[in-house]
Structure formats: structure tokens, C-alpha cells
């Protein structure tokens, strides 16, 4: 065992400056992720117990998000992307702050703090998602993510249950100070990864036009990917706190429920990402979206404390495994996209996250409809089993997606193997001239 986790260790070490650099980042950050994609959804639920209200927060979080990369392409001209990387760690602690700081909760302060938590999403994940792709390679992306996924979910362990049961061991008149404390310790903890990522001998992208209308119909392709992707998100990050607040009422609850089977989640994901090739990558896909469809249709077939469990438990294992395979996907069809169309890959990640925006767009109006119009139960109990069953049709894209890079590539091949072939001949020809 203790061999097993040396050649681990030392398959890590092997990897480049910048890689490393960029999961220790990562990875630190990955300490405040459980508490503001949970807990800020748990505190509007504790302080307004309107499901809605935790929707338009996630619903303006989603909308700063697209805003944030649409300008960050314009400040990575003059600022350095570490910078810019760091500012949104350290906006999404700003964030938190000023969201605790409400006495009530208004939907102008819930949509105030949800935008600046958007803008801080957002400079963070365009600068993620850049980097990421520019320090990894098709060959070594599932291990990327399956290392990143290892980590995030043994945080998902530690973080929920400690600050869930710190919640509850409070008196209620504290409770709301707790809050506020927490806050406090997100911002030191981005603080901690800002300065690592300093370490980092991170490149801007070059100084390339970014925006454009119209693109390559494979990247057409994986807009629809992203807009199906997009449907769950929402849900993804909230429903488990709106769940169990509405039907357990405790932090400390909501903490457990998060934390239990995480471990073994963890470790079959980074199993996953280290051992598996870019042609396992639609079986993974399959498997995330199948377990996520699962989890819904027994949360709304029960709809008890039971059914909220087996939704989490499968959701923890479902979530990873989709982004997995997800975030390889989309790369290698930058690859792919970019050097067809001879353009700046930040290109494609500001444009996919527009179709990100628009799923994200859908899903929350499902929700808001149902909840407005009939009731917060209906919504919580149907919205996330419609918005699963039609992210089932992922599978079909995405198989045609892969289908589809694999033949450009193999094209490609081929053409530089018959452009090697016509090289070698007039070689040929002109020495017997």
C-alpha cells in the first residue's frame, strides 16, 4: 500500500512546475468551495425559507459569471493573469461577507451579493479553465481532473460536516455570527491560495481577437453540450441544501449528508482519472449522467428525509464523474476548434460559457415556474427529475462530439502523412536531377 501511494506521489512530482502549481492552488481554494456553493444556499434557506430565494441568488451568481469572462479577455491585455486569478478567489470571500452582513434578506441584497459572487466565478474559473487547458495535454487531462476530483471530494468530507455541526452547536441567537465568522476564514483561506498561485509561472493568452459570431460546426456542437450541462448546475450546487433544510431543517444534517460516502467517492474518481483514456471518457459521462437521473427519480418518487439521502449519496458520485470526462471533452475540442480556425483558444471558453449561461438560464426558470406557479415542493420534487431525464440526451451529443474529433484528427494524420510522403518524393526527384 504504502509503495502504491509512493509511485503516486512520484507520478505527481514527474508532472511540470506550472501543473503542480496549479493544483496546490486549486486545491487550497477547494476549502472555501463546499462553503460558498452550500452554505450560502443553507443561510438564505435558515433566514427566508423560500427555496425561490435561493434560486435568484444562484440565478444572479450565474449571470455575473459570463459578464466577469467577457471583461477578463479585455484585462488580460494589461494584467497578469495570475493577478486576475488571484482577485477572484478573493472576491468570492468579499462575497460572503457582504451577504452575511444582510439583516434582511431583500431580493436587491440576495441579487447584489449573488452578482459580485458571479464576477468572482468568473475571473476565477475563465483564468482556471485558460490555464488548465495551456498546462495540460489530451493524454493527461483525465488524471488532471481525476487529481483536482480526488481532493474536492475529500474536502467535501472534512469541510460540511466541521462547519455544519459548528453551525448547530450554536445557540440560535449565534447562529447568524457564525455565519459571519466563517466568512471571515473564507477570505483568509484565498488569501493562503492567492499567494501560492504567485509561485506559478503562469502566461497570458496572446493579445488575439476574442469575440466572434460565428464558428467551426463541431464548436456548435459542444454549445448544445454545455447548454445541456448548464441545466443542472444550479440544481446541482443548491438542491442538496434546499433539500435538506426543507425536509431535515439542520446544517448539521446537511453537513453529514454531504460528507457520507464521499470517501469512497474520492477515491474512485481519482482511480477513474488516473487509470482511464480519452476513449473511456463518453462511458464516464454515461455513467454521471445515469447515476444523477437516479438520484433525482428516487427524490421524487419519495420525497422524505430517505429519498434526500440516497439524492446526495448518488450526487457525490455522479457530479465528479461527469466533470471528468466533461472538462477533457471540451478541451479537446478547443484543440481541435482552434487550430482549425487558427484562433485564441480564450476565444472558446468565453464563447462555451455563454452556453453554459443559457442552460443555467432554462434550468432556473423550470424551477422558478414551478415554484411561482404551483409550489416550492413541486419544484424541488419535479424540476431536478425533468432537468435530468433531458440531460440524458448528453450522452447522444456527446458521443457525437468524440465521434467527430476523432475523424478531423485522423484526417489530420493522414494529411500530413500523404504532405511527409510528397516531401520525401520531390526529395527524391531533385537529387536525381
Not at 433566514?47 to 484585462?75: C, E, H, M, R
Not at 450554536?170 to 492567492?194: C, L, M, P, Q, W
Not at 462530439?401 to 526529395?427: D, F
Request: glycine share 6%; aromatic share 14%.
Amino acid at each position: 500500500m504504502l509503495t502504491k501511494l509512493m509511485n503516486e506521489i512520484n507520478h505527481f512530482k514527474k508532472q511540470t512546475h506550472d501543473f503542480k502549481t496549479l493544483v496546490i492552488t486549486n486545491l487550497v481554494f477547494a476549502f472555501t468551495l463546499p462553503v460558498i456553493e452550500i452554505f450560502i444556499a443553507a443561510f438564505v434557506m435558515r433566514q427566508s425559507n423560500d427555496p425561490a430565494k435561493v434560486i435568484l441568488y444562484q440565478f444572479t451568481v450565474y449571470t455575473g459569471i459570463p459578464i466577469a469572462f467577457f471583461f477578463n479577455g479585455f484585462l488580460l491585455r494589461v494584467f497578469n493573469i495570475r493577478g486576475l486569478f488571484s482577485a477572484g478567489m478573493l472576491l468570492s470571500g468579499v462575497s460572503m461577507v457582504i451577504m452575511m452582513s444582510l439583516h434582511e434578506l431583500t431580493n436587491t441584497g440576495i441579487g447584489t451579493a449573488g452578482i459580485i459572487m458571479g464576477f468572482a466565478f468568473g475571473f476565477y474559473w475563465a483564468n482556471r479553465d485558460y490555464l488548465a487547458l495551456a498546462i495540460t495535454n489530451d493524454d493527461n487531462r483525465n488524471y488532471y481532473y481525476g487529481l483536482e476530483t480526488f481532493f474536492y471530494t475529500i474536502i467535501a468530507v472534512i469541510v460540511p460536516i466541521s462547519i455544519g455541526w459548528i453551525i448547530e452547536s450554536n445557540a440560535e441567537i449565534d447562529k447568524h455570527g457564525a455565519y459571519r465568522t466563517i466568512s471571515f476564514a473564507v477570505i483568509a483561506v484565498t488569501i493562503i491560495a492567492s499567494i501560492i498561485c504567485f509561485t506559478g509561472r503562469f502566461a497570458n493568452p496572446p493579445k488575439e481577437k476574442f469575440i466572434y459570431r460565428k464558428f467551426n460546426p463541431l464548436w456548435y456542437k459542444l454549445l448544445i453540450l454545455a447548454l445541456l450541462k448548464g441545466l443542472s448546475q444550479g440544481f446541482i450546487v443548491t438542491a442538496p441544501a434546499m433539500l435538506i433544510m426543507k425536509l431535515l431543517g439542520k446544517e448539521g444534517a446537511l453537513g453529514t449528508a454531504q460528507s457520507v460516502g464521499a470517501i469512497i467517492a474520492a477515491f474512485m474518481i481519482y482511480l477513474v482519472g488516473r487509470l482511464s483514456a480519452p476513449k473511456h471518457r463518453i462511458k464516464i459521462f454515461t455513467l454521471g449522467l445515469v447515476l444523477f437521473a437516479a438520484g433525482a427519480f428516487f427524490n421524487c418518487i419519495m420525497f422524505d428525509k430517505t429519498g434526500v439521502v440516497i439524492f446526495v449519496l448518488l450526487l457525490l458520485v455522479a457530479r465528479p464523474l461527469m466533470d471528468v470526462a466533461y472538462f477533457p471533452i471540451q478541451f479537446r475540442v478547443i484543440d481541435v476548434v482552434s487550430k482549425i480556425e487558427n484562433r485564441t483558444e480564450f476565444a472558446y471558453i468565453l464563447n462555451h460559457e455563454f452556453g453554459l449561461y443559457a442552460g443555467r438560464f432554462l434550468g432556473a426558470t423550470t424551477f422558478l415556474l414551478l415554484a411561482y406557479n404551483i409550489s416550492d415542493n413541486i419544484a424541488l420534487r419535479y424540476a431536478i427529475l425533468i432537468i435530468a431525464v433531458i440531460q440524458l440526451l448528453s450522452i447522444v451529443v456527446g458521443k457525437n462530439i468524440i465521434a467527430a474529433c476523432n475523424k478531423i484528427s485522423s484526417t489530420s494524420e493522414i494529411t500530413k502523412e500523404e504532405n511527409k510522403e510528397a516531401e520525401v518524393a520531390l526529395t527524391v526527384v531533385e537529387e536525381k536531377q
